[in-house]
């Protein structure tokens, strides 16, 4: 997706600041600089991106001080403070600077030609649908562009035709964005939702597979479950799940929040027949954009749900599911932004990073006979969240204590668990797990804040 810069030369947040492209020259020298920035003026900059090859990637790094090296200049690329352990991007992720630049800049030209930019953003949605589809493993006419995982999930369960007693299996930890779709329509049309609950933390994908199995039944039209639960960070095994319904007519629903920038993702590979995600939580897009995917033969199965114009035309494909007529066209410039950002490092690269944080830091917990792990050690059910409750303290004051003494922010969940959960993502660090773990036994030793003061 591209923007002419040329009405808006100012710097972000300056009167009079240098422009965008030199901005980015200037950065590229020593550093990462804009792995994939957007707008012209940005790509045809002559300084190229150090951490991208001509083919939008480079091969790996070798030795462990190279490793180091190069994901310390891909932090660089973030605004998070040094000051700041920030392990929250299951919440909300921040966006590197490249996609940062990219939104206020079309925020900017398209202030000073609305007409010019909002035709070009409005013609360059079908480019970022095949980038976007390329990025997952999708077709383009199987990606519709959504403003959150919520609004995915809930154009799926809104737009299916179900009857009264049909069945919709769901696991014990979904998220609120994922489980009430189902239960509106359960109370609007007597559907039945179904949680099924499984083992915490989980020793293997045959505990989770065993008991959808044994919970089908003749009724059971729909099994909807997250990819990456976000109480624990338990990544579910879909593909077996969607192998499992599909024979059976049952149709899958992914809430896939989680998954899109922190794991290598192919939808036709996983099988699946929706999966809605949340690009500004892993990957590094502004809030408010979002992504569902509808297997090209499930489509006709849903029934557009905000619709206008081109609504009821079939070859149109996942299109039609988004008619949601004016855009924010700068979000989606910034969206384009980001997948190059992250394909210029790599998906595996991406993923094989994240795992090894997270790795890292629950064996680091497993050492703390006070902390409980509920996130699997599985290398299959394993991810980049990681959830653990520290015996004798409430979650709540786990959380402000390790911010106010420590400036590590992460968040809690509960779901009868009392969860510290944390998301280690491709810009953090090995001393900020330390830091997080310096900061846990420090609350043994010394004891939480007073959960008066704790944050919500």
């Known amino acids: 997706m591209q923007t002419d810069h040329d009405v808006c030369p100012v710097e972000p947040g300056t009167p009079a600041g240098p422009s965008r492209r030199r901005f980015l020259q200037a950065f590229a020298v020593g550093s990462a600089g804009a792995l994939a920035s957007a707008g012209r003026r940005a790509q045809a900059s002559p300084a190229a991106p150090a951490l991208a090859g001509s083919r939008g990637r480079q091969d790996p790094p070798e030795g462990a001080d190279a490793e180091a090296a190069y994901w310390e200049r891909v ?34 030209a398209l202030s000073a030609d609305p007409g010019r930019e909002n035709t070009r953003h409005n013609q360059a949605q079908g480019g970022l649908r095949e980038k976007l589809a390329a990025f997952v493993g999708a077709d383009a006419d199987e990606i519709a562009l959504t403003r959150n995982t919520t609004e995915g999930m809930s154009f799926v369960a809104n737009g299916l035709d179900l009857e009264a007693g049909d069945e919709v299996l769901l696991s014990h930890h979904e998220h609120p964005g994922g489980l009430e779709p189902w239960k509106l329509k359960a109370k609007r049309q007597g559907i039945v939702v179904r949680e099924l609950p499984f083992p915490i933390p989980t020793p293997e994908p045959a505990e989770i597979l065993n008991r959808f199995e044994a919970a089908i039944t003749p009724r059971t039209k729909v099994i909807s479950v997250s990819h990456v639960t976000f109480p624990t960070g338990c990544m579910l095994p879909v593909r077996e799940l969607a192998a499992l319904a599909r024979p059976r007519g049952i149709l899958t629903a992914v809430d896939g929040a989680h998954a899109i920038g922190m794991l290598a993702l192919d939808m036709h590979d ?8 949340s690009p500004y939580k892993w990957m590094g897009a502004p809030v408010g ?21 081109g609504w009821d035309d079939p070859e149109r494909g996942a299109a039609r599911y ?21 394909t210029g490092i790599g998906r595996e690269r991406i993923e094989a990073r994240v795992r090894a944080l997270a790795t890292a830091l629950r064996a680091r917990l497993a050492e703390i006979p006070q902390a409980t792990v509920h996130t699997s050690t599985h290398p299959v059910l394993g991810c980049g969240i990681t959830g653990f409750a520290l015996e004798g303290f409430d979650r709540r004051a786990v959380v402000d204590t390790l911010w106010r003494r420590h400036h590590v922010w992460v968040r809690h969940t509960d779901h009868d668990l009392n969860t510290v959960r944390v998301s280690t993502h491709l810009y953090n660090t090995e001393e ?25």
Request: charged content about 25%; hydrophobic content about 45%.
């Open 270 to 277: 996983l099988g699946v027949d929706f999966y809605a995600s």
């Open 289 to 309: 954009t979002g992504m569902l995917y509808l297997r090209r033969e499930s489509q006709e199965r849903v029934w557009p749900t905000v619709v206008m114009a």
């Open 75 to 108: 932090r660089r690329e973030f605004l998070v403070s040094d000051e700041l352990a920030y392990m929250n991007s299951g919440t909300l992720g921040p966006m590197p600077k490249s996609v940062y630049y990219a939104v206020v800049d079309a925020y900017r």
């Open 322 to 342: 988004d008619r949601l007529s004016q855009r924010a066209g700068p979000l989606l410039v910034a969206f384009d932004a980001a997948l190059d950002f992250q």
């Open 432 to 456: 900020q797990v330390d830091r997080l773990i310096d900061g846990v036994r420090d609350i043994l030793a010394n004891g939480a804040l007073p959960l008066e003061t704790a944050r919500g």
